[in-house]
C-alpha cells in the first residue's frame, strides 16, 4: 500500500538536500527496518551518499548472507538487537511472535561471524522482567556482544498501555534499577552495561567513568523519516502527530530544517538554559541535560522542554542533589 514504507527515491532526493545541511550519519529503527521491501538497496544508498550508518533492528531477518553484506559493502558500522528476556518463551510472548528468539539469537550469531564485533544488546526493561537482567547479560556475552543497554519502558507507543498497568519504573524503582546495574552487574560484567540515567541523578563516580557523558537526546541535530514517509521530529511522531512536519517528495528538507516553527522554536527554548524549567533552571548540569529527551518530555507532559521526570519527581520529594543545584 502506498505511504506504508519509504519511497527508495523520495529518500535519496531528501538525503541529497540533508547533506548540503550537514547530514553525515543515518540511524535505521523502526518497528523493524529490516523489513522494507528495499533494505539493502536503501542501505546501499546510504553508504554510497557516504553516510555512517547504525541500526536498531530485532534481529529475526539477519541471515550470514545480509550479514556479510552489510559487513563488507556498506558502512554500516554499528548494530543493535532487541532482546527482551534471556528466556525464549518470555521474549516470544513480549514480542507477540512464537520462534522469534531464536530467530533472533541466530541474527546476533550472523553479525558476530560476519565480523560485527561492537554488537549490542538492548533489553526493553519493565516491572516484569527485571529480574531476567543478570541472565540476559550473560546470554549476551555467550554470543558474544559488545555491549548490553537497557531501555526502560517509556510511555509511547505500546509503552503507554504498560505504564497505565504499572508495569514501568516509578523513581525509587528506576533509582533501585540503577544501584543495582552500578554495583553488582557492572563489576560481574566483562562487557559495557548502559542504562540512561539524568546527570543530575548519577553518582560522581560514574560521571567520572563515563568522561564525555551528556543526557542530551541530540535532538538540534535530527530529523525522523518515519515508515510512512512522514518527515518528524523522530519515532515518536507515528502516535504524536502534532510532532510531523512534513512528507517526502511533497515538502522540503531544507525548509523544515530551517524555518519549521516547532523547530526553530524548540531551538530557541534549548539555547536558553537559564529559561528551563522547574529544577532544570537550577541544575549544574543543564547545558549537558538540556532536559534529557524531549519526545519523553512531550509524552509525559505535552511540552518538548519541560524538566526531565525523574529529576522532577526527586525535586519535588525533596531527594533531588542539593550538590547539583547552583548557588
Known amino acids: 500500500m502506498p505511504g506504508t514504507t519509504v519511497d527508495p527515491e523520495a529518500l535519496h532526493e531528501a538525503v541529497i538536500e540533508a547533506k548540503s545541511l550537514g547530514l553525515n550519519s543515518t540511524k535505521l529503527t523502526g518497528g523493524e527496518p529490516m523489513l522494507h521491501p528495499q533494505f539493502l538497496e536503501v542501505v546501499d544508498m546510504l553508504s554510497d551518499e557516504g553516510l555512517s550508518l547504525v541500526m536498531e533492528t530485532n534481529g529475526t531477518l539477519i541471515t550470514p548472507e545480509n550479514a556479510r553484506h552489510l559487513k563488507e ?59 531476567r537482567m543478570k541472565d540476559l547479560v550473560r546470554l549476551a556475552v555467550k554470543h558474544k556482544a559488545a555491549s548490553v543497554k537497557f531501555n526502560p519502558v517509556m510511555p509511547t507507543g505500546r509503552g503507554i498501555v504498560m505504564h497505565n498497568r504499572g508495569e514501568a519504573f516509578d523513581l525509587e524503582s528506576y533509582l533501585a534499577l540503577s544501584t543495582y546495574i552500578n554495583e553488582e552487574l557492572r563489576p560481574e560484567s566483562p562487557i559495557a552495561i548502559h542504562l540512561y540515567m539524568p546527570m543530575a541523578l548519577t553518582p560522581h563516580k560514574e560521571l567520572w567513568r563515563t568522561k564525555g557523558y551528556t543526557c542530551d537526546c ?16 523522530c519515532g515518536i511522531g507515528e502516535t504524536i502527530p502534532e510532532l510531523v512536519y512534513g512528507r517526502l517528495g ?24 537559564k529559561e528551563y524549567p522547574g529544577v532544570c533552571g537550577s541544575c549544574i548540569h543543564a547545558r549537558g541535560c538540556r532536559t534529557g529527551c524531549v519526545a519523553n518530555n512531550y509524552a509525559y507532559g505535552g511540552k518538548l522542554v519541560l524538566p526531565q521526570k525523574l529529576c522532577d519527581e526527586a525535586y519535588r520529594l525533596g531527594v533531588f542533589p542539593k550538590s547539583r543545584l547552583r548557588g
Not at 541530540?218 to 521530529?233: D, H, P, Y
Not at 531544507?254 to 516547532?262: A, E, G, K, N, Q
Request: glycine content about 12%.
Open 218 to 233: 541530540g535532538v538540534s541535530g535530527i530529523l525522523g523519516i518515519l515508515g510512512t514517509g512522514e518527515i518528524a521530529l
Open 250 to 273: 511533497e515538502d522540503s528538507i531544507r525548509d523544515i530544517w530551517l524555518s519549521h516553527p516547532v523547530i526553530v522554536k524548540l531551538r530557541r527554548d534549548l539555547e536558553n538554559v
Open 73 to 131: 559493502k556498506t558502512r554500516m558500522g554499528f548494530i543493535s538487537v532487541s532482546i527482551d528476556s534471556p528466556v525464549a518463551a518470555e521474549h516470544d510472548a513480549f514480542r507477540g511472535v512464537h520462534g522469534a528468539f531464536q530467530r533472533t539469537l541466530a541474527g546476533l550469531d550472523a553479525l558476530v561471524d560476519a565480523g560485527y564485533t561492537n554488537c549490542q544488546v538492548i533489553m526493553s526493561v519493565h516491572q516484569g522482567n527485571k529480574g
